[in-house]
């Protein structure tokens, strides 16, 4: 199973909106509405930010939201904010009832 | 709160073996999947396996398969992984997360386990 392809770098000044892309195929993002998002930061363990596309959980700001359009999902930030620095990996299941994740993009506030 | 504590991470040579433990707590343990995930250093998430509520659903990545064995034991709320035939791209820390069969995501993470696998 490959990774689903994230772009590496996305960046933006506080208060624009940034959008990641995770591209799959349709054996997992374009087959399943289970996509999730996790942030991390530096040294620390990952975190829920988005799950079945486009829930958020309890306590996630609603400047986080997720979306798909066939194998590709998304996630955007609006009105970024200094502590949304951090790495950004999105997973799917998948048609062999594993998951994958995706390479990674590591968000940087200008 | 859901507390996911991960042990036995250390040194092993190549072709050794590990088992690492997940102690849960704050959550009915025997109720959820749980799953492995390990990030190599300054690499990106891999996800490793996925062990079912009951012990009777198991899978495994493709690039464990054969060699690490995922088991739980739900009287004492506990995750292990058996790591045996370990390589040296085995280096990594291990997380074991919360991994709620419903929504198909990783929705609490312990704080990991690192193993490194050198001569």
């Known amino acids: 199973q490959s990774a689903l392809t994230q772009p590496a770098s996305v960046s933006g000044s506080p208060g624009q909106s940034i959008t990641i892309s995770c591209t799959g195929t349709?054996?997992?993002?374009?087959?399943?509405?289970?996509v999730s998002w996790y942030q991390q930061h530096p040294g620390k363990a990952p975190k829920l930010m988005i799950y079945e596309v486009s829930n958020r959980p309890s306590g996630v700001p609603d400047r986080f939201s997720g979306s798909k359009s066939g194998n590709t999902a998304s996630l955007t930030i609006s009105g970024l904010q200094a502590e949304d620095e951090a790495d950004y990996y999105c997973s799917s299941y998948t048609s062999s009832s594993t998951y994958v994740f995706g390479t990674g993009t590591k968000v940087t506030v200008l | 709160q859901v507390q996911l504590v991960e042990s036995g991470g250390g040194l092993v040579k190549p072709g050794g073996s590990l088992r690492l433990s997940c102690a849960a707590s704050?959550?009915?343990?025997?109720?959820?999947?749980m799953s492995w995930i390990r990030q190599a250093p300054g690499k990106g998430l891999e996800w490793v396996s996925y062990i079912s509520s009951s012990g009777s659903t198991i899978y495994y990545a493709d690039s464990v398969k054969g060699r690490f064995t995922i088991s739980r034991d739900n009287a004492k709320n506990s995750l292990y992984l058996q790591m045996n035939s370990l390589r040296a791209e085995d280096t990594a820390v291990y997380y074991c997360?919360?991994?709620?069969?419903?929504?198909?995501?990783?929705?609490?993470w312990g704080q990991g386990t690192l193993v490194t696998v050198s001569s």
């Open positions: 349709s054996s997992d993002v374009g087959g399943y509405n289970y």
């Open positions: 704050g959550f009915t343990f025997s109720d959820y999947y």
């Open positions: 997360a919360r991994a709620p069969v419903t929504t198909a995501d990783f929705d609490y």
